[in-house]
């Protein structure tokens, strides 16, 4: 109750205006909008398989489609594309953080297995969408 007294009086105290509040509250909507901006991402159109950056396979997401990437020396990774999302589900490597993460769609999205050197990257399909991580 205290607490409620105090933060009464601080607010009498720095004089405050109404248009304050106006301007904190659309202060306040305006950042937490680009949140949702940018969480919600375009859905992709295909998928790239990448082992040691080498892209092996790109993948349709609007064909349903079940693929196995085996490595020579016996790693594998069980890829599934399905009603327009990609998962790895199932694969023999230890920690399983790949069959784990489940099902992406979204531009930009991954899915990674650090055991195997595999990424499967979500994106749009455009050409031009493409960026060179060398420095």
Not at 29 to 35: C, E, K, M, Q, Y
Not at 109 to 121: A, D, G, K, M, S
Request: aromatic share 12%; charged share 25%; proline share 1%.
């Amino acid at each position: 109750m205290n607490f409620f007294k105090n933060t009464v009086n601080f607010f009498k105290s720095i004089k405050t205006k109404p248009l304050d509040f106006v301007i904190i509250f659309l202060l306040f909507i305006a950042s937490f909008s680009t949140l949702f901006f940018f969480a919600t991402g375009s859905k992709g159109a295909q998928a790239e398989l990448r082992i040691s950056g080498k892209v092996i396979k790109t993948f349709d997401l609007n064909k349903n489609q079940t693929w196995t990437y085996r490595a020579k020396d016996g790693d594998y990774n069980k890829i599934q594309v399905k009603n327009g999302k990609i998962a790895v589900v199932e694969a023999n490597c230890k920690d399983q953080i790949d069959v784990q993460r489940g099902y992406i769609s979204k531009t930009g999205e991954t899915i990674v297995c650090l055991p195997h050197n595999l990424v499967i990257e979500v994106m749009s399909g455009q050409k031009d969408e493409q960026v060179d991580y060398k420095v």
